[in-house]
């Protein structure tokens, strides 16, 4: 199937409910392109370096770039300057970090908060149990504005994961509840390619889809 195809495709699954991520690690720019071409709004990216010089090469500038992996520290400075988003907010030294470059910058930047909902040691992400306590101590940033959550899951059956899904929309439902001052729960970012279906079913409002969308 082409890319346009596979958009099709995709885009008939989720619904105008749902906002695609268009996940573009390791493809090439002629790609990337073509899929913003065909409508694409939204672009995920792994690593700080490689959206750097992708974003330079692209036709528009009239996309929203998001961090989806690990973001470190010394990474920061570059990476607010790149993405329209941080999904992949994991520690408070890193939101703290990305507070400071922000307020030099005078701007504020999107996050979500990455939390680990299958308590993985070997992956990054908040621990379920900490995510209030998290949330809370967010709140007191002012130059970092957080909408939502992005799971870390298990990469496992779709099928075996939907628990995982049910329980990140319950804390998402109850960080909602609680109105944290400064605190607005807009986006429950989960589900990915092989499980995009499942998540969409539990809550999900937006997927990172990449295999997806450039498979032949």
């Known amino acids: 199937m082409s890319v346009a195809k596979n958009l099709e495709s995709i885009n008939s699954i989720i619904g105008s409910g749902v906002k695609l991520v268009v996940v573009t690690k390791n493809r ?33 500038k009239k996309v929203n770039w998001h961090m989806i992996g690990h973001l470190q520290r010394n990474k920061v400075k570059d990476a607010i300057n790149i993405f329209d988003m941080i999904q992949s907010v994991d520690s408070l030294k890193l939101a703290k970090k990305i507070d400071f470059w922000c307020k ?3 701007k504020v930047m999107s996050i979500l908060v990455q939390v680990n909902i299958g308590r993985e040691p070997q992956k990054y992400g908040i621990r379920p149990e900490d995510v209030f306590s998290f949330l809370k101590e967010l709140s007191k940033l002012k130059n970092i504005k957080v909408l939502g959550f992005m799971a870390t899951t298990p990469f496992i059956e779709s099928e075996k994961v939907r628990h995982y899904f049910k329980e990140l929309k319950m804390l998402f439902n109850q960080a909602k509840e609680r109105k944290i001052p400064l605190i607005e729960m807009k986006y429950l970012s989960m589900g990915m390619t092989n499980d995009f279906e499942v998540a969409i079913k539990e809550g999900s409002n937006m997927v990172r889809i990449g295999t997806g969308v450039f498979k032949k």
């Open 28 to 60: 090439s720019i002629r790609e990337i392109n073509q899929a913003i071409f065909l409508g694409v709004k939204d672009i995920g990216e792994n690593k700080v370096s490689e959206a750097k010089e992708k974003k330079m090469q692209i036709i528009t």
């Open 104 to 106: 030099l910058k005078n």
